[in-house]
C-alpha cells in the first residue's frame, strides 16, 4: 500500500495539470492548435498565443519557478528556439545560468553537436564547449515533448561534458507519442496534456 500511494505522489508532481493548479486552464486555452503545420498531418501546438496574455506567460514561468527554486540547478539549458522563451526566465529567478542549445551553425565558438530524429524528419542540437562545466546540476527547459528525440539529444550533450540532468520541463506534453517513454526514467515535469 505504502509504495502504491508513493508512486501516485510522485506521478502528480510531474504534472501541474495533474495537481489541478488553478492557473493550468488560462494556460491551456491559450495554446492555440494548427493543423497540419509545418508538414500534413502534424497538430502544431503553438505557444506565441499563450505569449500573447502576460497573465498566461507569467503563471507558466511562476509555476516552473515555483517548482525549481531552492533545488541547486546551476544552469538552464533552453532548447531552440522556443526553450529560449522559457529558460532565461526561469533561469534569472532561480539564480541559475542560461545556456542555448542551438540549432547547427548558430553558435559562433567551438561546439559539440548531438544529432537526433523528431516525429517530422532529422536535427541537431550544439552547444558551445565550456558553457557547462562536469558537476553542474542542469534543467533541460522546451515547450514541448512529442516523441522526446529533441530531449534525449538536450540531455546527451549535457551529461557528455559531466553535467547531472536533473529534470526537464516542459510546457506540453503529447502522451500519445510516448517521449517521457525515451528519457530512460529520467523526470519530466509539465503543464498541459493534449491528445
Do not use: W
Not at 498565443?49 to 525549481?68: G, H, I, N
Not at 529558460?87 to 542560461?98: D, H, N, Q, T
Not at 506540453?172 to 496534456?193: C, H, Q, T
Amino acid at each position: 500500500m505504502f509504495r502504491v500511494e508513493e508512486v501516485e505522489v510522485e506521478e502528480r508532481t510531474m504534472s501541474a495539470c495533474k495537481n489541478q493548479d488553478p492557473r493550468i486552464h488560462g494556460i491551456q486555452t491559450k495554446i492555440r492548435v494548427v493543423p497540419n503545420f509545418p508538414k500534413p498531418g502534424i497538430m502544431f501546438q503553438d505557444i506565441t498565443t499563450l505569449l500573447l496574455d502576460p497573465k498566461a506567460f507569467k503563471d507558466t514561468v511562476d509555476l516552473f519557478v515555483e517548482r525549481y527554486k531552492g533545488k541547486n540547478i546551476s544552469v538552464v539549458a533552453g532548447v531552440e528556439a522556443r526553450g529560449f522563451i522559457f529558460g532565461p526566465p526561469i533561469a534569472l529567478a532561480i539564480g541559475a545560468k542560461f545556456v542555448p542549445l542551438r540549432k547547427p551553425r548558430k553558435l559562433p565558438g567551438k561546439v559539440i553537436s548531438e544529432e537526433y530524429v523528431l516525429e517530422y524528419g532529422k536535427d541537431c542540437l550544439e552547444m558551445h564547449i565550456g558553457a557547462v562545466e562536469p558537476g553542474d546540476r542542469a534543467l533541460v527547459v522546451d515547450d514541448l515533448i512529442a516523441t522526446g528525440g529533441t530531449l534525449c539529444a538536450a540531455m546527451k550533450l549535457l551529461e557528455r561534458v559531466g553535467a547531472e540532468v536533473v529534470e526537464c520541463a516542459c510546457v506540453i506534453e503529447l502522451p500519445d507519442l510516448k517521449g517521457r517513454e525515451r528519457l530512460n526514467g529520467k523526470p519530466l515535469y509539465i503543464l498541459v496534456e493534449t491528445h
